[in-house]
Antibody, heavy 125, light 110 residues
Framework: QVQLQESGPGLVKPSQTLSLTCTVS??????????WSWIRQHPGKGLEWIGY???????YYNPSLKSRVTISVDTSKNQFSLKLSSVTAADTAVYYC?????????????????WGQGTLVTVSS | QSVLTQPPSVSGAPGQRVTISCTGS?????????VHWYQQLPGTAPKLLIY???NRPSGVPDRFSGSKSGTSASLAITGLQAEDEADYYC??????????FGGGTKLTVL
């Protein structure tokens, strides 16, 4: 079955760019039919969707983060990546990657399955 | 700020039935978008519990069920077990494309 694994630095300095990669195994991003999302969870808080990418490279971002977010895909490595610029302490969170499954029902909406195990990124000098 | 409202906490004794509500608006649940539910055990990633309002993925016990009506949805857990103690999140599409998850509900098994 499909598995996802996040990787990247656990500590980023304020004003710098957070960079994470999600490696997908057990399935090919290039096969299409799914989107690939980043979601974060602030310590002790709820979940916040950051954005998604399709294998073709088309993206869609949370409007509240859009100005700082870039998601890219490398189909040759079966990976997709997140870059979040100009980070502050408010960006300290556990970052998850997840497969985004579109509903077959028109207007149904997407859901996320499976999720990676998550990686904690702390923004601190 | 979540556009979907959940109670911060619910509790129940083993064997009991509990429900968790998820209240939205005309821009999300009330617009006809499906509701999905996730279970997050302590220290782990969220796991899909219910998709498309009431569908269970393979491997999810039938003790878990979901429903939707109007601008709200509910997750019901019957025959409560100690292993059900977790945080539960609802999720739906919202026209604002932000805050699509509920704030989460902590389930305590007494």
């Amino acid at each position: 079955q499909v598995q996802l694994q996040e990787s990247g630095p656990g500590l980023v300095k304020p004003s710098q760019t957070l960079s994470l990669t999600c490696t997908v195994s057990g399935g090919s991003i290039s096969s299409g039919g799914y989107y690939w999302s980043w979601i974060r969870q602030h310590p002790g808080k709820g979940l916040e969707w950051i954005g998604y990418i399709y294998y073709s490279g088309s993206t869609y971002y949370n409007p509240s983060l859009k100005s700082r977010v870039t998601i890219s895909v490398d189909t040759s490595k079966n990976q997709f990546s997140l870059k979040l610029s100009s980070v502050t302490a408010a960006d300290t969170a556990v970052y998850y990657c997840a497969r985004d499954i579109p509903s077959t029902t028109p207007g149904g909406g997407d859901w996320f399955d499976p999720w990676g195990q998550g990686t904690l990124v702390t923004v601190s000098s | 700020q979540s556009v979907l409202t959940q109670p911060p906490s619910v509790s129940g004794a083993p064997g009991q039935r509990v429900t968790i509500s998820c209240t939205g608006s005309s821009s999300n649940i009330g617009a006809g978008y499906d509701v999905h539910w996730y279970q997050q055990l302590p220290g782990t990633a969220p796991k899909l519990l219910i998709y498309g309002n009431s569908n269970r993925p393979s491997g999810v016990p039938d003790r878990f069920s979901g429903s939707k009506s109007g601008t709200s949805a509910s997750l019901a857990i019957t025959g409560l077990q100690a292993e059900d103690e977790a945080d539960y999140y609802c999720q739906s599409y919202d026209s604002s494309l932000s805050g699509m998850f509920g704030g989460g509900t902590k389930l305590t098994v007494l």
